[in-house]
């Protein structure tokens, strides 16, 4: 294993679990903050905003002065903006502060998915699930720390200093990643609009974004206030999301070799769709943490996949395809979150849901924007 792809394997790793850090202690912020579900749902949204704020420059800025750049900077300010999370004593400065660890999230998920394609088209060989993979298991590793921190009694201010002062020690390998080929121009406009051949593997990963999201940002908070778990339970939630889609990711290299993409994506969307429908219609707890956990196998390679062939559009640079692509799927992050919030407040948490559900079942019909792209 060469040591680009550690260091890119290390970067996946890093924004999964300072992800799932914050993820984890949802409930407990939002208890301390006194946030009704749709107050929640909205202050949830300053993240979404970040991310799409990012995303419609990073893809420009990392021509200009190179992923491996732009992904040091962003992973520093996550280290930087995950403990003011804890800290904030408002909503209001809540936003504020989601939207910058939004942002910086996103620009280091754009930056390292252009190294992971370099890493890619250098071995010659599928990698990305594995890069994604790694991701997953950063996520599975701080929900789990989460819960065991959250049942040791430790506030969310220290629990995040700690992951972050552990990750950022982590940076300076990012000195390892690869030079951007292309040159580092500084023409062209900062602020781009998608390519139209680019909006089909959009509108997959929208799809996906919005699955991913409720598990995200309301795995935890169904567990505890529609299902009745305590805390410690809940949080268990997203981990077992995160454990399968980890599995998942881990066996998607292996897969892509042996089945077609379309098919990997539209078998996942059916298990995705079945896992959560399973999880509204019952109130066991085990069920639903098994329906959560089908929805993470089943949406474990759908974005990788995507964002491979995102980064190999010809004519296209490779960071300006993926944030391209990303832009528009992740606007599932900025849509899900304030309505499974507002529609939950209105009705309640499972209907929500269960629309999310009649959403990633589109995935059958999206899976084809993969088959177009990589025939190309």
């Not at 680019?198 to 795995?219: K, N, Q, R, V």
């Not at 098994?290 to 993470?296: A, D, E, P, Y």
Request: charged share 10%; hydrophobic share 50%.
């Amino acid at each position: 294993m060469t040591l680009p792809r550690i260091v890119v394997l290390f970067a996946f790793f890093m924004n999964g679990s300072l992800f799932a850090t914050w993820l984890s202690r949802i409930p407990d912020i939002q208890e301390r903050l006194g946030m009704s579900e749709g107050v929640l749902g909205t202050i949830l949204m300053g993240m979404s905003i970040g991310v799409l704020t990012a995303l419609s420059v990073s893809g420009s800025l990392i021509a200009r002065y190179g992923s491996k750049k732009i992904s040091a900077v962003s992973a520093l300010g996550m280290c930087i903006s995950v403990p003011a999370i804890a800290w904030m004593p408002e909503p209001i400065y809540l936003f504020g502060c989601l939207f910058v660890f939004g942002a910086c999230m996103s620009s280091m998920d754009v930056a390292m998915n252009a190294q992971a394609v370099r890493v890619e088209q250098r071995a010659n060989r599928p990698m990305m699930s594995s890069f994604h993979a790694s991701f997953s298991v950063g996520g599975l590793i701080g929900a789990l720390v989460g819960s065991w921190m959250e049942r040791a009694d430790v506030q969310a201010t220290s629990h995040f200093l700690y992951a972050a002062i552990a990750c950022c020690l982590g940076i300076f390998l990012f000195k390892w990643l690869l030079e951007d080929e292309q040159s580092t121009s500084s023409d062209g406009p900062i602020f781009q609009i998608p390519h139209p051949s680019l909006w089909p593997l959009g509108a997959l990963a929208f799809c996906t974004a919005l699955g991913e999201g409720a598990m995200a940002d309301w795995s935890a908070v169904y567990l505890k206030t529609t299902i009745g778990t305590d805390a410690s339970i809940a949080a268990l939630g997203f981990a077992a999301f995160s454990l399968t889609m980890t599995g998942g990711r881990l066996v998607g290299d292996s897969l892509t070799k042996t089945f077609r993409p379309v098919d990997i994506i539209r078998l996942g969307g059916i298990l995705a769709t079945a896992g959560l429908i399973a999880s509204i219609v019952t109130s066991n707890y085990i069920v639903v943490l098994i329906g959560f956990g089908c929805v993470g196998f089943g949406l474990a390679n759908a974005m990788p996949l995507a964002f491979s062939a995102a980064g190999r559009q010809p004519g296209i640079a490779s960071g300006v395809g993926i944030a391209s692509v990303a832009s528009i799927g992740y606007a599932g992050f900025l849509a899900g979150p304030p309505f499974i919030g507002l529609l939950a407040e209105q009705t309640s948490l499972r209907l929500s849901l269960f629309l999310i559900a009649i959403l990633v079942a589109t995935l059958i019909f999206t899976a084809n924007a993969v088959k177009i792209k990589t025939a190309e």
